[in-house]
C-alpha cells in the first residue's frame, strides 16, 4: 500500500472490537484498558492506567489486518523508535492484538 492511507472505517471498527475483546480478556474492568486512536495511515495505542493515558506504539497500516508494522514508544527519547529492541518483541506478529500484548511486555502494568 503506497504511502499516507487513511485506514478505512471499516478497518477502525473492527480494531476497535479487537482492542475491546482484548480489554475485557485482558484487565477485566480494572482501570486498566487499551485506547486506540487513528490518524491517517497510523493506529496508537494507549494504555489508560487508572486515568493516566500512556504511549505504548504505533501501528501503520499497509492495506492488511495482519500486516501492520510496529514501531515502540520510547519513553527515554519521547518518540517511536522503529529499530529499539524491548522485551515482548516475540508478541509481534503483525497482528493488533500481537502489538498489545508485546506491549504488556514492554511496559508491564
Known amino acids: 500500500m503506497a504511502g499516507n ?4 472505517n471499516e478497518i477502525r471498527t473492527e480494531v476497535e472490537g479487537i482492542v475491546a475483546n482484548f480489554n475485557r480478556r ?15 495511515q497510523y493506529l496508537y495505542l494507549k494504555r489508560n ?26 519513553f527515554s527519547d519521547e518518540r517511536h523508535a522503529p529499530q529499539e529492541m524491548f522485551p515482548g518483541m516475540g508478541e509481534v506478529d503483525s497482528t493488533v492484538e500481537g502489538t498489545m500484548l508485546a506491549g504488556l511486555q514492554a511496559y508491564p502494568v
Not at 5 to 8: A, E, G, L, R, S
Not at 26 to 40: C, E, K, M, P, V
Request: hydrophobic share 35%; charged share 15%.
Open 49 to 74: 492506567e487508572y486515568g493516566n493515558p500512556i504511549p505504548i506504539c504505533r501501528l501503520t497500516y499497509t492495506g492488511r489486518m495482519d500486516a501492520w508494522e510496529f514501531t515502540i514508544y520510547k
Open 26 to 40: 485482558t484487565f477485566q474492568n480494572s482501570g486498566i484498558a487499551y485506547l486506540a486512536h487513528n490518524r491517517g
Open 5 to 8: 492511507v487513511t485506514i478505512p
